[in-house]
């Protein structure tokens, strides 16, 4: 039987694109309330989340992890044995929205044999009209529709669900207050993810995201210190600070910069700090010094280039040419000669000649990158760049993508002989997902590195001597010194 649809609020790109600079974030300091009626009927019933995508939706999983159990709800990583099941979602390329689509559709067979179960879809892919109009009327199967603004009213949504027995929906378009103190369960007891702010201004043509996670908008620095305060008494050995573009940091309130911040980070003696992401177009030169300064933030820097061609980062709306690109690099590289840059690079974005492509190429050659995470170009709905000819035929992409990433793994291999006979810090996450009698972690410019070690060492930095270098992995062994 078809349920009815209550819809509290569903999203509107249009809303969600105008920033409004004169008004402030405000900060909500009040944790979640929860309904005792709402505590009773869920104590001890499970949940499961599937996340997709990058490290700013896993941190919001932990945040919604910590709501659940503060509900009364249990953990659980076997989905047939859920009470509520909650797709976390991407939709900043195709591929990760056809994913989500058939994990819903594969639902539909749990929800026919247990009606009682939530189904709850969050996420970036729920702050599109299309996606939530074609989810309240092609898959019945989901409960709950709510977005990247409203976590914290999660109790009040699920409550909802139970008593009215309808769906429901309630997707804001407006990035709202930040709210501060909410609970959550963290994925590690070592390593954390620690927002410094939220949304994105840069509105590259060819990206969703700052439609669906809002203004830029920064935590207050105090705030952010008490939590990597709390992190470190806990005794978490490394934080990745989180922003789609964290040098922006502080712009939108009277506070600290980010090299500022990071410096006052630096000083609570962290051992390791990283920080993701990073536009070169306003990655200061404080910046660059901070980062030389303080041995425990670690020199890996995440550059992303996106084109090296000037018309192609024209269109793209980089705000830097390819030649100012290549002078902050060679900046970095002189003030920070171990530095491992890394980046991101879309091919196939339109008007993409094969002149262009080379460009990206030679700038790639000229680079010589750690790693770099490489993709298709795939138009968003919504997007400045999806109204542009998409006129390059997707086996020329293709074969783009394939000797782009040649020319990456080249380099990444040279890269990593670099490290034959040398020993490294690890910090060590567990055993290997291939082999349970080898350790794993990283190194602290981010190169996982594979050892025969104690597993009691997880969580601890370990020095590891490197004996042989893969493409993607080092192999080693440990050692004293
Ligand atoms: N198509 C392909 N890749 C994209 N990215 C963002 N939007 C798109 C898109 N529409 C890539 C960019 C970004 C990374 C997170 O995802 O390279 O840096
Ligand atoms: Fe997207 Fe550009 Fe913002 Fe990164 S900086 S999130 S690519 S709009």
Request: hydrophobic share 35%.
């Amino acid at each position: 039987m078809k349920k009815f649809v209550k819809v509290l609020s569903s999203p509107n790109m249009k809303a969600a694109a105008q920033r409004n600079m004169d008004v402030l974030p405000q900060y909500q300091y009040q944790s979640v309330v929860i309904d005792e009626y709402l505590k009773t009927a869920m104590k001890g019933k499970k949940y499961f989340i599937r996340t997709y995508g990058c490290q700013g939706n896993l941190r919001d999983s932990e945040v919604i992890a910590g709501i659940l159990e503060k509900i009364g709800y249990v953990l659980t990583d076997d989905v047939m044995s859920a009470d509520i099941i909650l797709l976390n979602t991407c939709c900043v390329r195709e591929n990760a929205e056809k994913k989500v689509f058939g994990e819903i559709g594969s639902l539909k067979s749990l929800k026919q044999k247990n009606p009682d179960l939530i189904i709850g879809v969050c996420g970036c892919m729920v702050q599109q009209e299309h996606i939530v109009s074609t989810i309240l009327s092609k898959y019945q199967q989901v409960d709950l529709l709510f977005g990247t603004h409203n976590i914290h009213q999660l109790p009040m949504l699920i409550q909802e669900v139970l008593t009215s027995n309808q769906r429901i929906c309630n997707v804001l378009s407006n990035q709202g207050d930040i709210q501060e103190d909410l609970p959550s369960c963290r994925a590690s007891s070592f390593k954390a993810w620690v927002n410094i702010m939220y949304g994105c201004n840069k509105f590259c043509t060819y990206c969703i995201v700052p439609y669906t996670r809002g203004k830029e908008r920064s935590r207050r620095s105090i705030d952010i210190l008490n939590e990597i305060k709390e992190l470190k008494a806990l005794g978490y050995k490394e934080v990745t600070l989180l922003g789609q573009n964290v040098n922006a940091y502080g712009k939108d309130i009277e506070d600290l910069t980010f090299p500022e911040l990071l410096e006052q980070i630096a000083l609570i003696g962290i051992e390791r700090i990283r920080f993701t992401t990073s536009h070169p177009w306003d990655f200061s030169d404080e910046l660059i010094d901070v980062i030389a300064k303080y041995d425990n933030i670690m020199n890996h820097i995440q550059l992303p280039v996106q084109a090296g061609d000037n018309e192609i980062l024209r269109l793209m709306g980089r705000r830097y040419s390819r030649e100012q690109y290549l002078t902050l690099v060679e900046k970095i590289k002189t003030k920070i000669p171990t530095a491992s840059i890394t980046t991101d690079i879309i091919v196939g974005f339109p008007n993409e000649s094969e002149e262009a492509f080379n460009n990206t190429l030679s700038l790639c050659e000229i680079v010589k990158y750690d790693s770099a995470f490489t993709f298709i170009y795939s138009p968003r709905v919504g997007t400045p760049a999806a109204k542009m000819k998409d006129n390059v035929l997707m086996e020329t992409k293709k074969q783009r993508f394939n000797k782009l990433t040649a020319v990456i793994a080249k380099y990444e291999l040279e890269k990593y002989k670099t490290f034959e006979n040398k020993v490294v810090k690890v910090l060590v996450e567990g055993p290997s997902k291939k082999n349970s009698e080898i350790l794993s972690g990283y190194t602290e410019d981010m190169k996982l590195v594979n050892f025969k070690g104690d597993i009691s060492k997880v969580g601890q930095i370990v020095n590891v001597k490197i004996t042989k270098a893969k493409t993607f992995t080092l192999e080693g062994e440990e050692v004293d010194q």
